[in-house]
């Protein structure tokens, strides 16, 4: 795809030169869609970004015309089409749920009334429960929970940011929000509710003194939601932050693990 690459920044830098580049954004968005490319990347342990995928992603937007397409007494009026033979995909899912072209979701996955939008990478066997979102570019790894109203944030923009990482086996709790490129590592655990954006403070309180992480949970981690005070000119008042409360045991069973987890420390999910 190095020809294509080079086509796709040029024109992204440069759109008068996008009439050349349609094959080579089209061809992306195709490799995308097929699982052979992916917006984000793990390589030697570290997280990185696809920039010129997701430049393509954005051109794809403005080479495509609106198109009214229908779903029994559904109707739409968009430029992207929902994706295509899901039966032999091996991946399920429920009326009104919506996978976009150039999403890819590994067999095993199941997609209640949710959404899983351009861009997304979903491995196999995790659930994208009902009103929950995937947004363009989020990576969701194997065997994760995404639960109902979830709201995981696209990073589309700049091609440079990293999109939203959930990495295998972690559970998301009802109403939980993501965005901003914040990364749950392997295992973790959100209770309801919990907003983690790039600049929330993440406090571990498991030990004599609370430690910060910020942008990253760390793997098994069981968090829930908190609040700190902040000054200000009008008073003291309690500003959102998240508390990590305690570790889920490594084990081969990640359900007993997690079932575990929610028991020992009460969590709502």
Not at 28 to 46: N, Q
Not at 150 to 155: D, E, L, Q, S, Y
Request: aromatic residues 6%.
């Amino acid at each position: 795809m190095s020809e294509h690459r080079k086509l796709i920044d040029r024109a992204y830098e440069d759109l008068s030169l996008l009439p050349e580049a349609v094959e080579a954004v089209e061809e992306t968005i195709a490799a995308l869609d097929a699982g052979r490319l992916r917006a984000a990347e793990k390589r030697a342990g570290e997280w990185s970004v696809n920039e010129w995928v997701k430049r393509a992603i954005i051109l794809f937007f403005r080479i495509r015309e609106l198109e009214v397409s229908r779903a029994g007494v559904f109707e739409y009026n968009d430029k992207i089409p929902t994706k295509r033979n899901l039966a032999d995909a091996g991946v399920r899912v429920v009326p009104p749920g919506t996978i976009r072209y150039g999403a890819f979701c590994e067999p095993g996955v199941v997609v209640m009334p949710g959404y899983v939008n351009i861009g997304a990478y979903v491995g196999a066997g995790s659930m994208i429960d009902t009103w929950a979102t995937v947004g363009s570019c989020a990576q969701i790894g194997r065997d994760v929970h995404i639960s109902g109203g979830v709201g995981i944030g696209g990073v589309l923009e700049p091609p440079s940011a990293r999109p939203v990482i959930v990495e295998d086996g972690a559970f998301i709790g009802s109403r939980c929000i993501l965005v901003e490129g914040v990364v749950v590592e392997e295992g973790a655990v959100l209770g309801a509710t919990t907003t983690i954006t790039a600049s929330t403070p993440i406090y571990d309180v498991t030990g004599s003194e609370p430690v910060e992480h910020r942008g990253r949970v760390p793997a098994r981690s069981v968090v829930i939601p908190g609040t700190r005070p902040r000054e200000f000119p009008a008073g003291t008042y309690q500003l959102p932050c998240a508390l990590i409360i305690g570790r889920r045991s490594e084990s081969t069973d990640r359900k007993t693990s997690l079932n575990e987890a929610l028991r020992v420390f009460e969590v709502q999910v």
